[in-house]
Nanobody, 128 residues
């Protein structure tokens, strides 16, 4: 059973925008924090953004701060990553993940080990 499913990736030129979506079928979605990570070609998976269960607190990697925005809709069970001013170095497979073991936490984790449930990923390629 697929619990997290990303969509919205694609091939764009530098400077363009993309909006990634993550549809969740997790029963506790509205109670857990969500994160976005990415894995560039030949590199380790890295933190991109996170949002607490209620959407009040968000966090970003320095490399995307000011360009990316994470949000969530707890009615539709979706989390989003709005990406603008994309750069070639943003090229990666993007994953959404659920911090399912912490319920109603007011903080988020930037460590991918904290996230128990992962989607399959969506490819984002930014050409120069």
């Amino acid at each position: 059973q697929v619990q997290l499913a990303e969509s919205g990736g694609g091939l764009v030129q530098a400077g363009a925008s993309l909006r990634l979506s993550c549809a969740a079928s997790i029963r506790t979605f509205g109670r857990v924090g969500m994160g976005w990570f990415r894995q560039p070609p030949g590199k380790e998976r890295e933190f991109v953004a996170a949002i607490t269960y209620n959407g009040i607190t968000t966090g970003y990697a320095d490399s995307v701060k000011g360009r990316f925005t994470v949000s969530r809709d707890n009615v539709k069970n979706n989390v989003y990553l709005q990406m603008s001013s994309l750069k070639p170095e943003d090229t990666a497979v993007y994953y959404c993940a659920a911090d399912a073991s912490r319920i109603y936490s007011g903080s988020y984790s930037t460590n991918f080990h904290a996230y128990e449930i992962w989607g399959q990923g969506t490819q984002v390629t930014v050409s120069s």
